[in-house]
């Protein structure tokens, strides 16, 4: 059974970077999509980022231009580059791994926590003005 651990959160200034890292264990081969999450205090889940295994990719408009999903097969690391960071992206973030098939209707809800299995414990992200 897969399981994710998140690592690389911490406090930056706005215009700052980070890189936010997602460590998967056990059968992590059965996966067929991962993503990025955020939750900011009093507000719902959003998807920040998410890429399928045919190297299909999704960011939400808010993170585009700034933000990098990216893996490493090899060590079973998914990672979230984020640049230019500003006070709106502070939240708690967080990695997820889904196992359904690659239809239109999984591709078109990458970056809804819905179609998502598994998930991560999280990683705070805060960044000051």
């Known amino acids: 059974q897969v399981q994710l651990q998140e690592s690389g959160g911490g406090s930056v200034q706005s215009g700052g970077s980070l890189r936010l890292a997602c460590i998967f264990s056990?059968?992590?081969?059965?996966?067929?999509?991962v993503g990025w999450f955020r939750q900011a205090p009093g507000k719902e889940r959003e998807g920040a980022a998410a890429?399928?295994?045919?190297?299909?990719?999704r960011y939400a408009d808010s993170v585009k231009g700034r933000f990098t999903i990216s893996q490493e097969h090899a060590k079973g690391t998914l990672y979230l580059q984020m640049n230019n960071l500003k006070p709106e992206d502070t939240a708690t973030y967080y990695c997820?791994?889904?196992?359904?098939?690659?239809?239109?209707?999984?591709?078109?809800?990458?970056?809804?926590?819905?179609?998502?299995?598994?998930w991560g414990q999280g990683t705070q992200v805060t960044v000051s003005s």
């Open positions: 890429r399928t295994n045919d190297n299909f990719i």
């Open positions: 997820a791994a889904g196992t359904l098939g690659l239809t239109n209707s999984v591709r078109t809800g990458l970056l809804a926590s819905s179609t998502y299995e598994k």
């Open positions: 056990g059968a992590p081969y059965t996966y067929k999509y």
